[in-house]
């Protein structure tokens, strides 16, 4: 419960003063002042499972990579396939280290073959740009910081569609899954995207900031539930989404943290291929695993995994799942201790306590 | 704002004590439960745990976080509340109601005395708060 001082003043989104009007209880988030809840976590949670929620994520990074080598800039920085993408598609990615370690992960956009649009995690955004950039020298292409040009509201849950949908020219409807549409929402210029970060059906929205409240606040008064940072965490851990800092860092990989999935090694060379395909050959030495407890208690992020008196790994997210409710958590384990089904000990402050290893998402909406 | 009975004392660490004669109630304040937010495991002592003030008795688990619960003074836990195990909300609803934690009996009553009366805890909120 202690406030965590800081010597700099907080950074705060186009969005603080309706978040404050609407009751939300603001921390301090990596330097941004963001509603951490309104109503209550589980409230925001189960709104967003059956209804429909909306957060404020304007802290959220956007990075514009334009020019004739855009593409080769991105196909060499990361790890999916850019050249996958048509317009109007966007895909999840990491931006990787020689190591093969993470500089971030990552949402990139394309508007067309020579203009992406990026977004990146708050904490990031500078350490991001400056890795664009430095990759990018002697490269015809122009790199852009443009995050204070957006502000970011995530429209999530089920009947997002249908209360999003009079607010916007866009058609909504003709929006697939990870695409995206440029068009007028209440009549501001946005980017329109069916993207998100709790598992369910929903969309995100980027516009100006000063465009952003009035958004906010309609969706609001037409009964959409304000959400804040917790329910956004319950929601995303459920639905096994990595969050930068926790679950994943410099020091992991894509193959450790179980993301094969972004990793395509058929689109030539990028940073950290070598890395990555000796671990896909070999078998990384830990890997990133979905586990429930047995015992009771809730493991958290920094909780050692042990193994009699020696630690053979750590959790990384850890929180009762207000849709399951159980205590859920993602933990790296020995490769051979990494299986569905086995069990392990974790220390929750110093007492032992028994999880086992899940097959994940822990939660997956019905199509 | 937080609500705050007259008739307890209160300690630094957010429980209260509701005293009647050498036997008490424990629980966290309404302060601390908001604080807290959704609360969804509470860990409590046994029945006749000898605690000393400034033990930790247990530890309280909400979605966002977890928090030590420590003994408010020196007391042998009589009671906890099992309805807690399945219905770990009442924390949040009811905290000097249904959501209180362990009853006690007190080795020396006037210990409490030493511990905040119901305006001092408030004014010791309003400055944690920063309001």
Not at chain 1, 130 to 154: H, I, T
Request: proline letters at 5%.
């Amino acid at each position: 419960m202690a406030d965590t001082p800081s010597n700099h003043p907080l950074k705060k989104t186009p969005l603080n003063a309706v978040g404050r009007e609407l009751g939300g209880k603001m921390v301090d988030f990596g330097g941004w002042e963001l509603p951490v809840q309104y109503s209550g976590i589980l409230d925001e949670h189960e709104a967003v499972r059956t209804r429909v929620g909306v957060f404020d994520v304007s802290h959220m990074g956007e990075v514009t990579v334009r020019g004739r080598q855009a593409s080769e800039l991105l196909q060499k920085t990361t790890c999916n396939d850019v050249s996958k993408l048509d317009n109007g598609k966007a895909h999840y990615t990491g931006l990787l280290y020689p190591t093969a370690g993470f500089v971030d992960d990552i949402l990139i956009y394309r508007k067309s073959t020579d203009d992406y649009f990026i977004v990146v995690n708050a904490s990031n955004t500078d350490k991001d740009y400056e890795w664009f950039a430095d990759c990018a020298k002697g490269m015809d292409v122009e790199v852009r910081n443009v995050s204070p040009d957006y502000a970011q509201l995530a429209v999530q849950g089920p009947e997002a569609q249908k209360v999003l949908q009079p607010m916007t020219e866009v058609d909504l409807g003709a929006i697939k899954y990870y695409r995206f549409s440029q068009g007028r929402v209440l009549g501001a210029p946005a980017i329109v995207s069916r993207t998100g970060y709790t598992g369910e059906d929903g969309f995100e929205v980027y516009l100006s900031p000063e465009h952003a409240p009035q958004l906010m606040r309609k969706l609001v008064e037409s009964g959409v539930k304000p959400c804040g940072l917790g329910a956004r965490d319950t929601l995303r851990l459920e639905a096994k989404m990595a969050l930068y800092g926790n679950d994943i860092d410099d020091s992991t990989t894509p193959i450790e943290a179980d993301l094969a999935w972004i990793v395509k090694f058929d689109k030539g060379d990028f940073m950290g291929r070598d890395v990555l395909e000796r671990e896909k050959s070999e078998g990384p030495r830990r890997k990133l695993v979905g586990f429930e407890m047995i015992d009771r208690g809730i493991a958290r992020h920094g909780y050692p995994v042990v193994d009699g008196s020696k630690e053979i790994g750590g959790v990384t997210s850890g929180t009762h799942s207000p849709t399951l409710k159980k205590s859920i958590g993602l933990a790296y384990l020995p490769l051979d201790k990494s299986a569905q089904g086995s069990e392990f000990t974790v220390l929750i402050r110093g007492k032992e306590a028994r999880a086992r290893v899940v097959p994940t998402p822990f939660y997956k909406r019905a199509k | 704002m937080a609500n705050i009975p007259e008739d307890n004392r209160y300690a630094k660490s957010h429980e209260y004590i509701h005293v009647e004669g050498d036997m008490a109630t424990i629980g966290i304040t309404d302060y601390a439960q908001k604080e807290l937010g959704d609360v969804v495991f509470v860990e409590l002592p046994q029945v006749g745990a000898q605690l000393d003030a400034g033990d930790e008795l247990g530890s309280i688990e909400s979605v966002k976080a977890v928090s030590e619960l420590f003994a408010p003074v020196t007391c042998e836990v009589v009671e906890v509340n099992e309805s807690l195990v399945d219905k770990p909300e009442l924390v949040n609803t009811d905290p000097y109601g249904d959501g209180w934690m362990i009853k006690v009996k007190i080795s020396n009553v006037e210990e409490p005395d030493d511990l905040m009366s119901a305006e001092e805890y408030e004014e010791y909120v309003e400055k944690e708060s920063g309001k």
